[in-house]
């Protein structure tokens, strides 16, 4: 299968700052990829090397299998975390704008635009300034601008942050739309349940460095079925007692947990029971969001050491 | 090329189309006018008729005083005058009315009860002549308001011209003679310039380069911050983020720098259209309103060919680096320092621009005609003024152009990588990595 894009060993440095480190994937064509990582993990630098904006120190970037270029870069739509368009400029003259600079006639963009306003409920505004809007308002104008000249790969970078339910839903549906179409999704988030649902294969990334990398249903089996979710009422002291529990994410009547490594789930179970009255117990495969925290962890007590 | 065009359309149409670019192309022209013409109207608004008295025991000087200061009145038109007072070294244009009460017989309590008058503001003024006056050639003037050079001119120059038609009288010459020997002798001036020699008078060929300064330098300043604005709004609004996934910094900020000149030749074209609809030049309906002062005052085609020119190079080289300044910072409010710097030669263009247009053959005004960060202001200033050697005018554009060239690549370099920066503002170390950056 085609790969849309190549990273490899591809490193950037800002002064004694290493913000990406030799870092490699591919993303095959028509995947929902995921890049993910804690806040300063070197995301939005990796994104900006994508689609040329800043240049890799070292190691080498294909798109669409060629080396990068701004016919390459063209065919790539990219909505920025940090938001942004003219505040001054109307709806529609910031849509046309944007799409005539990749290329789309005005006439066309315009038709494009309105069909996107109307769906995404934003039918009435096409002539309001882009100050007049609500923020989860320009924020589905500015995906609409990273869609609009129908790229054939997407970076959406934190594209459900700030929207509300309905809004997440119509954007979630139409991405499905365009991942339907052919089209490469490459998300950058922190928000796992999303990912967890939408992406085909992730790679995880902290201090600039890959430390997870594969299709997510792979990465899930590598980690077994040691996984335990419980929901209780009363107290659990054995979450504590390493023999038993390795990790655990306590939401008060509800606890995520990996079982310690040679310990029985039975024995975990009638544990739990003798403190608590327990309404659920299901072992499971890692969610996301324990295998995020875990690896993170992981890796800070390795860079730690070194 | 294309996205080039397409930046230069979007910042054009957004721009020309606010109400800041309409009020500014009306008012501007305006504004000007009024800086030149409200002054010189309050020095020549009379400030209401003044009473004064004069104090003489000869009769005859009382007379001709009086009648010398309330015929001043008869200046009002425009012909002999009017230039009697220029040619007496008067201000140009001043005029004021004076009702005068003459009184022949001095003693002390007559000096007292004036001054008490002035003081009761029921006499503006009053002379006191000493008999000897004509030996002495002294006399004293008594008002509350001793800074009104003007009015204590008009007396002395009252006293003087009567004094010396007593004196002429003495010596046997008739009234009429006195008249004519004292009369005001009319000084033409003729400037001779590369082009020619045209009639013209000092007021005017003061005025009118001094208006071209102003609007060069008033286009070249606000067009080069309408740039750095421009950088700063994409700057902080994000927007830079997204239009680099579809373009490149250079294509951006050429874009950016041509279409906000498109804007200002725009607002200069306006202007000079205006100007031609209004009159010779448009400059001939603000002579009208000053009265004669500009009459002879009209801007040749070689001056009005050359404004976009040096508008153009001025504008270019400031709004390089303005285009770096708004790349450097996050906010206008932190531009507000750091532009001060690139702003100074400018501010020194209007500082020395008065010597300038006064003299424009000092060294001076040669060299700072060629330093590039001046020489588009300060060398129109002096092709306004009187056409300087072409080969001056050559290596002026040459270096300014040189200077250019080396300012594009070192901007777009600190463009390139402010633009994407946020947070605290570079040092200067951090601005030379930034420049060093391949």
Known sequence: ?306 | MRKILLVIQREYIVRVRTKAFIIFTVLMPLLMGAAVIVPGKLMMQSAGTRHVTIVCADAAVAATMKSELEGSRASDDKEAPAAAEEQHGEKRGTKQDFAVTVESTPSEELRRNLTSMVRNNALDGFAWIEPDAIRTRKATYYSRNSSDFIESSLVSRALRLALSERELAGHGFSAAQAKTLLGPIAVNNVHISNEGATQSNGSGAFVLPFLLLMAIYMTVLIYGLYVMRSVIEEKSSRVIEVLLGSLTPMQLMAGKIIGVGAVGLTQIGIWALAGIAMGTGGFAMAGRMMGDSMKDAHISTTVLALFPVFFLLGYATYSCMYAAVGAMVNSEEEAQQLQFPVTLPLIACIVVATAVIRDPNTPLAFWLSMFPLTSPIIMFVRVSENMPPLWQLALSIALSLATLYALVWLSSRIYRVGILMYGKRPTLPEIVKWIRYS
């Open chain 1, 1 to 306: 299968m085609a790969l849309t894009l190549e990273m490899e060993t591809v490193t950037k440095t800002f002064d004694e700052f290493v913000a990406v480190d030799r870092l490699s994937f591919s993303i095959r064509e028509g995947e929902i990829f995921g890049l993910l990582g804690p806040n300063g993990a070197g995301k939005t630098s990796s994104i900006r090397m994508m689609i040329g904006i800043t240049a890799p120190d070292s190691g080498s970037i294909r798109l669409f299998g060629h080396p990068l270029s701004r016919e390459g870069v063209d065919r790539v739509g990219y909505l920025p975390e940090e938001r942004g368009l003219y505040k001054k400029m109307k709806i529609m003259e910031n849509l046309v704008f944007l799409a005539r600079l990749k290329g789309i006639a005005t006439a066309e963009a315009k038709r494009r635009a309105n069909q996107w306003l109307e769906r995404l409920d934003l039918g009435g505004w096409a002539n309001a300034r882009l100050e007049e809007l609500s923020k989860g308002m320009q924020q589905k104008v500015q995906f609409i601008a990273a869609v609009l000249h129908q790229p054939d790969f997407m970076i959406l970078d934190e594209p459900f942050s700030g929207l509300d339910p309905a809004s997440s839903l119509a954007l979630k549906d139409a991405l499905l739309d365009l991942k339907r179409q052919g089209k490469t999704i490459l998300f950058s988030t922190h928000r796992m349940d999303t990912v967890e649902r939408l992406c085909d294969s992730i790679c995880l990334i902290n201090h600039g460095r890959s430390v997870l990398l594969g299709a997510l249903r792979e990465i899930k089996a590598g980690y077994g079925r040691s996984s335990v979710q419980l929901e209780y009422e009363g107290e659990l002291p054995l979450l504590h007692d390493p023999a038993l529990v390795a990790s655990f994410n306590d939401f008060g009547n509800y606890v995520e947990l990996r079982i310690a490594p040679g310990a029985e789930p039975q024995r975990l179970l009638e544990t739990a029971m003798r403190t608590a009255r327990i309404c659920r117990f299901e072992i499971v495969e890692p969610s996301l969001e324990e295998i995020f925290i875990d690896t993170v962890e992981n890796t800070r007590m390795v860079s730690s050491r070194a």
